[in-house]
């Protein structure tokens, strides 16, 4: 997967590659899914969710490029996968997740990993985690109409927020860093998301 959906498409940081070579894709999925792990798309992982393509997550990690020990913020925890590698590079890890059965078996997945460095919460994430922050990175990895503006004020100057911004069916991933002279953007490429479920996303039936 390292080799032939990711280095030569884009990722060339050499710890997201190695993050991604050691978490085990294959316990983030439902059993009978687990023959595809590697395959180069999405995949479902119930609730009506999915995991997020290999390279999507390692393009929207090496964004952030977290160093030890810095504050990231993930809004959308589903499988718990984008949150493994960010912990593996030894981020301190707050993930947000509004369905109680997909948080409860990432946290297993982060016991069975010996990942320690994650704290979850089960809510909104448009909202943030405002007792945790300021945070160096959030990513958030559903589809929002537009940047929750609470996402932006809890990122520290320097801190970057990586996120899918578009309708239900044409997105592209926008990184937004907070530099000296206030907020910047940047647009990295169109991608297909889930929604962000929220008064700041979009609502539970999009299509009323
Ligand atoms: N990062 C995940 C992974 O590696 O498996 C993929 C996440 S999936 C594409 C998007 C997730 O965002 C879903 O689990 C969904 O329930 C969650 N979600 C949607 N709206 C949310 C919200 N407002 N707050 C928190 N999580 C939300």
Known sequence: ??????????????RVLAAMAWVPREWFLPPHLAAEAYEDGPLPIGSGQTI??????ALMTQALTPRRGDRVLEVGTGSGYQTAILA????????VERLP?????????????????????LGDGASGWPERAP????IVTAAAPGVPPPLTEQLMPGGRLVIPIGDLVTQELFIIERGASGLTERRAGGVRFVPLISRLGFSEEPWL
Do not use: K, W
């Open 101 to 121: 059965d997909l948080l409860v078996e990432a946290e297993e997945r982060f016991r069975r990993l010996g990942l320690r460095t994650i704290e979850t919460r």
């Open 88 to 95: 593996h590079l030894g981020a301190r890890v707050f993930t």
């Open 135 to 138: 945070f160096r990175g959030i």
């Open 1 to 14: 997967m390292v080799a032939s959906q990711l280095a030569n498409r884009g990722v060339h940081d050499r």
């Open 52 to 57: 997020s393509q290999p390279l999507i997550v």
